[in-house]
């Protein structure tokens, strides 16, 4: 089925620990985001990549990084992980934002660090 | 800068009754509005967005909202509600003017639908 793909769905790491989140999208969009979404917070943006090539920083981008690989994905790495980076992270993507079209999530990865 | 406000952490409403969740914004421009649903460990899904012309526009499983630039508000509606609209809704506004290619969410509504 067309949409947005993240890999792990689950993770325990322990502090310290480095990983990547990875997320890819088959419907040809422009631009991918990355969110985490806390209890009582919403969904906070990390980071996000208008077009392939390029990435901007969110609200809460310390602690993270990103890579745009190509048009299909964009993957967000934490270096050092630490517990308050427990969370549930979303990536989603849009063709074009500029024309105030709808963004497709994927299903999320719940992160947990001890 | 932009920004957007869901004033009611939950709403409590009996099936068949109508209901209404708030939500207000602020962007320095116009808006592109969005309504998105979350069921229980899934992602957002799109329910229905204001972009431009009549200000009251319909989405999927019947709800509807309600653009108002002089209250800037976007509340979301439904006549008569059912247990399965029971989620988490989220708000979200992006100021079409904006070169950042970005939209910003709510911290969410909860919505509980009782038998």
């Known amino acids: 089925n067309a949409g947005v793909t993240q890999t792990p769905k689950f993770q325990v790491l322990k502090t310290g620990q480095s990983m990547t989140l990875q997320c890819a999208q088959d419907?040809?969009?422009?631009?991918m985001y990355w969110y985490r979404q806390d209890p009582g917070m919403g969904l906070r943006l990390i980071y996000y990549?208008?077009?392939?090539?390029?990435?901007d920083k969110g609200e809460v981008p310390n602690g993270y990084n990103v890579s745009r690989l190509n048009k299909r994905e964009f993957s967000l790495r934490l270096e050092s992980a630490a517990p308050s980076q427990t969370s549930v992270y979303f990536c989603?993507?849009?063709?074009?934002?500029?024309?105030?079209?709808?963004?497709?999530f994927g299903s999320g990865t719940r992160l947990t660090v001890v | 800068a932009q920004s957007v406000a869901q004033p009611e952490d939950q709403v409590n409403v009996a099936e068949g009754n109508p209901l209404t969740v708030k939500c207000t914004y602020s962007?320095?421009?116009?808006?592109?509005l969005f309504w998105y649903v979350q069921y229980p460990n899934r992602g957002l899904q799109f329910l229905l967005k204001y972009i431009t012309g009549d200000n009251l526009v319909k989405g999927s499983y019947g709800f509807e909202a309600e653009f108002n630039k002089s209250q800037t508000s976007f509340h979301m509606k439904k006549p008569s509600a059912i247990v399965s609209d029971s989620a988490l809704y989220f708000c979200?506004?992006?100021?079409?003017?904006?070169?950042?290619?970005?939209?910003?969410f709510g911290s969410g509504t909860r919505l509980s639908i009782r038998p």
């Open positions: 979200a506004v992006r100021d079409r003017y904006s070169s950042a290619s970005k939209i910003i």
């Open positions: 962007v320095s421009g116009n808006p592109y």
């Open positions: 990549s208008a077009s392939e090539g390029t990435t």
């Open positions: 419907m040809n969009h422009n631009s």
């Open positions: 989603a993507s849009t063709l074009d934002p500029g024309q105030g079209l709808s963004y497709t």
